[in-house]
């Protein structure tokens, strides 16, 4: 996906073809939750496509099985431009990995990711304590 959002800007992708990705890693997300797998790791870089353009959910490296409603750890693990609140505190749930879903489809309709900070601490600040800019002010 990474690639396809580069190969269009300074442009968006078109709204149609933006919908029917985020509908399908949706459903591909829904799946793997049901088998009680968080995948914890939800970014552009981690959704593939098909030769049908189908695009599929990929790297389950850190994906982790749910044994209760949320999973703390003492390591960080993420990529901190899509992590949810919980990451940056050490624990994980499916609403995390449902945030991530957000932060993409924020990055899939305005062009920008919803925080911008460069640096982990920062990140972790802006994703704690702020809200990003309306997407319709990125029109």
């Given at each position: 996906l990474r690639d396809l959002i580069k190969r269009f800007a300074p442009n968006l992708l078109p709204a149609n073809m933006?919908?029917?990705i985020f509908t399908q890693v949706g459903q591909a997300l829904y799946y793997a939750h049901q088998q009680n797998i968080i995948h914890r790791d939800?970014?552009?870089e981690n959704?593939?496509?098909?030769?049908q353009?189908?695009?599929l959910l990929a790297d389950f490296g850190i994906a982790t099985t749910l044994s209760t409603a949320s999973i703390k750890y003492v390591t960080i693990i993420g990529?901190?431009?899509y992590m949810a609140p919980e990451q940056f505190q050490s624990s994980v749930s499916k609403e995390s990995d449902q945030y991530s879903l957000g932060c993409i489809g924020y990055e899939l309709f305005t062009g920008k990711?919803?925080?911008t900070a460069t640096n982990f601490f920062?990140?972790?600040?802006d994703h704690l304590n702020k809200l990003p800019?309306?997407?319709t002010q990125h029109r």
């Open positions: 933006a919908l029917n939800l970014k552009p959704i593939l496509f098909n030769a353009g189908e695009a990529t901190p431009a990711r919803p925080f920062a990140m972790g600040f800019i309306a997407p």
